[in-house]
């Protein structure tokens, strides 16, 4: 007997619970295409780009300055004397490690650089959301990348691409 009430009152647990969940609406977003999707990531590319092209520039020099020397190298090999191949091999060799002393800290800087606005953007797309949510009256917004289905009519990248796009 007590069995068949415990069984009983588990099972009317069970079906609140869905009765509830039901209730619920709920969306997802997938932050990924919204992302790539936002106006504002051209201008933060355009902004870094701009922001390291002198240092990048010059690691392109430095580039170009070591593969002349090595085509010299190997075309001039057989003309040049001993002394002026030793010279030109001290020369890649002072170019190579420049490049690498300078290009390490470059990719350094600009990885975190980048890493600073992607926490922006990040944070601009959730400040979003949670304003499509409250707008819209959702009370969970899951990630779609975190799901195994959902109904195409639950996404709304859509919305927080446009709340976000109005935002600066």
């Given at each position: 007997m007590k069995t068949l009430a415990f069984t009983a009152a588990?099972?009317?647990?069970?079906f609140s619970g869905a009765s509830m969940a039901a209730d619920q609406k709920i969306a997802t977003v997938n932050v990924q295409k919204v992302v790539s999707q936002l106006p504002q990531m051209a201008t933060i590319q355009q902004t870094i780009t701009a922001e390291f092209k002198e240092p990048m520039d010059a690691l392109k020099k430095l580039e170009g300055d070591i593969k002349y020397n090595l085509e010299k190298r190997k075309r001039d090999e057989a003309i040049m004397s001993k002394k002026e191949?030793?010279?030109?091999?001290?020369k890649i060799d002072a170019l190579t490690k420049e490049y690498q002393a300078k290009a390490q800290p470059l990719q350094q800087s600009l990885k975190r650089r980048e890493q600073e606005e992607q926490q922006?953007?990040?944070?601009?797309?959730?400040?979003?959301v949670d304003t499509v949510a409250a707008?819209?009256?959702?009370?969970?917004?899951l990630q779609q990348s975190a799901i195994v289905f959902a109904k195409p009519e639950l996404d709304i990248s859509a919305k927080v691409v446009e709340q976000a796009s109005k935002s600066n």
């Open positions: 588990a099972s009317t647990m069970l191949i030793d010279e030109l091999d001290g922006k953007i990040l944070q601009l797309v959730k400040a979003s707008a819209e009256g959702y009370d969970l917004i």
